[in-house]
């Protein structure tokens, strides 16, 4: 962090809030700020909102959490796992679920930016009942209620560039998903890296790690990674990606908290927010909660934000 900025400013700067941000498409929402300036923003993964287990109550707790925060983050992105879930489920629970995340979300006090995960796609699973004529199959239906049009977007704020990215592929010849940025997406990144140059730093958001040492923490140092434990093509991208000034990958996925520091990226996964899918915490040791992203200058801070949220028993 910049000597100059006293750990106070860096508190008290995320209380000002900026214009708006700007989006890919040109548009500019309520609060735009392009200009270099500290600020905070939350990130939210794995919320998983469904009627049972109480989980609307908790993601409610969540919300009003964020809400109370001080500075106040100027937006949320949340890091896909929306709902629970599009997969495998018949089109009347899918209506169900996804009018129960737009209705919480409405208790936000700021903005709101959707990152696509796999539980967000209908009928990518062999089980699923919805076919692939039907007209919400694939991820038409998150692009419509939670992407404003679109599965990955980019916009900058406070001088920094954020890239929401669509990690879920289709493997082929399979209604199964398989974790890949896919070519249309491949050079839509590159041309948006392209106009942003290499000066100003840029943050990823994920909902597939790039990298985690999860399932090795899990089970083992012999475990390999699983094929969607982590996007299969990160390790192509990453030569062309360190022209740039990514300072940081924001993950989901795997419901843990765990931080790499990889040369001058780290990659954070924020836990979930619904825990161990509002069953109680991780592994018995990664709870509800999300993280916190204070940012000034050319630098950040993070921290992780346990809500309070006890399981119902089950």
């Known amino acids: 962090m910049n000597a100059l900025i006293s750990r106070r400013n860096f508190l008290q700067a995320g209380t000002a809030l900026a214009g708006g941000l700007t989006l ?6 309520a609060i735009d700020s392009p200009a270099a300036r500290p600020f905070r923003f939350v990130h939210l ?16 707790q969540c919300i009003a959490h964020v809400n109370e925060l001080r500075p106040r983050p100027d937006f949320v992105i949340t890091g896909g796992d ?21 209705d919480c979300c409405r208790d936000f006090e700021m903005p709101v930016f ?15 009942p919805v076919t692939p004529d039907d007209m919400d199959y694939g991820k038409k239906l998150f692009a419509d209620r939670a992407g404003k049009g679109k599965t990955y977007t980019s916009f900058d704020h406070g001088g920094w560039h954020f890239v929401l990215l669509d990690s879920i592929g289709q493997k082929p010849g399979s209604r ?16 948006d890296l392209e106009a942003v140059g290499k000066a100003k730093p840029i943050i990823f958001v994920t909902h597939v790690p790039f990298y985690t040492a999860y399932l090795t923490m899990a089970l083992g140092p012999n475990t390999l990674p699983g094929e969607k434990s982590m996007v299969s093509n990160a390790y192509q991208l990453r030569k062309d990606l360190l022209k740039y000034n990514l300072r940081l990958v924001l993950q989901g996925h795997v419901h843990v908290r765990e931080r790499i520091d990889y040369g001058k990226i780290s990659y954070i996964q924020s836990g ?33 934000a346990d ?7 089950v």
């Open 24 to 29: 890919a498409n040109g548009a500019t929402s």
């Open 45 to 60: 993964t794995d919320i998983h909102v469904q009627p049972e287990l109480d989980a609307e109550r908790g993601f409610r």
């Open 82 to 102: 929306l709902v629970m879930d599009s997969l495998r489920v018949d089109k009347s629970r899918i209506e169900k679920i996804w009018k129960l995340y737009d």
């Open 114 to 128: 959707n990152t696509i995960g796999n539980h967000d796609i209908v009928g990518w699973d062999d089980g699923s």
């Open 176 to 191: 199964n998903y398989v974790p890949l940025l896919d070519d249309e997406q491949i050079a839509w990144l590159k041309s």
């Open 272 to 304: 979930a927010v619904s825990g161990n899918w509002w069953k109680g915490p991780t592994l018995g040791e990664h709870p509800e909660g999300y993280s916190i992203i204070d940012v000034a200058a050319d630098e950040f801070r993070h921290s992780f």
């Open 307 to 313: 809500f309070g949220w006890k399981a119902t028993r």
